[in-house]
C-alpha cells in the first residue's frame, strides 16, 4: 500500500448514487446535482449535504422540502451539467430536457426521466456540516425503465456505475429488520 493525500481520502468512501434534488423557491422550480448522501437507519430519513454557495439551499431553508430524484447513468452528461450551472440564471428542466411532473405532497416536482423520485420535507439542518435531514413522505419507482444502473461519484471527476445485483436476502435474513 501506499499512502495518500489525506485531502483525497473522501474519494475511498464516497457515498452514492448521485442524485438530483429539485427545490421551488416560491417562484420557480430547481435541480441541483448532489453525490454526498446518505441513508439514516432503516426508515425513510435521508441526508444530504449543501450549503449557502447552492442556490437550492435558501429554497430549502425557507420552505423545508423538496423531491429526491435518482437518475440512472444514461443521464449522466444532464446530471453534471445540472451540478455545473447555476439555478438563479438558469432554467435546468428546460436546458436539460427534463420533464417536470407535479408532486402529491409537496411542491416541488418529480422528474419523470429519474428511475425513483421521493418527495421529502426538511427536518432539521446541521449548520455545522451542511447537512439537511429529509423524512420522506412518498416514493415512487418507474420500473418498467429499462435503464436501472444508477451511478456513484468518486469524487474526483469520475464516477461508477452499478453493476448487477446479487442477492443474499436469505443469508441475512435473520439480522434484518421487518419489512426489508
Not at 17 to 30: E, S, Y
Not at 80 to 94: E, L, N
Request: aromatic share 6%; with cysteine.
Amino acid at each position: 500500500m501506499h499512502q495518500l493525500e489525506l485531502s483525497k481520502a473522501f474519494t475511498l468512501m464516497e457515498s452514492g448514487p448521485v442524485v438530483l434534488v429539485t427545490t421551488h423557491d416560491g417562484q420557480k422550480d430547481n435541480i441541483m446535482t448532489i453525490s454526498w448522501t446518505m441513508v439514516m437507519d432503516f426508515t425513510p430519513v435521508f441526508a444530504i449535504t449543501t450549503g449557502q454557495w447552492n442556490h437550492s439551499f435558501a429554497a430549502l431553508r425557507k420552505h423545508r422540502e423538496c423531491v429526491i430524484a435518482i437518475p440512472t447513468v444514461d443521464l449522466l452528461d444532464k446530471v453534471i451539467g445540472i451540478g455545473m450551472c447555476s439555478g438563479a440564471d438558469t432554467d435546468k428542466f428546460a436546458k436539460f430536457k427534463l420533464t417536470p411532473v407535479p408532486a402529491k405532497l409537496v411542491r416541488p416536482p418529480l422528474i419523470r426521466e429519474c428511475l425513483a423520485n421521493m418527495e421529502c420535507k426538511v427536518i432539521d439542518i446541521v449548520k455545522k456540516h451542511n447537512i439537511v435531514v429529509l423524512q420522506a413522505v412518498a416514493a415512487y419507482v418507474d420500473s418498467e425503465r429499462k435503464e436501472k444502473r444508477t451511478v456513484h461519484a468518486v469524487g474526483d471527476g469520475t464516477f461508477i456505475v452499478d453493476g448487477r445485483k446479487i442477492d443474499r436476502k436469505a443469508m441475512m435474513a435473520a439480522k434484518l429488520p421487518p419489512g426489508i
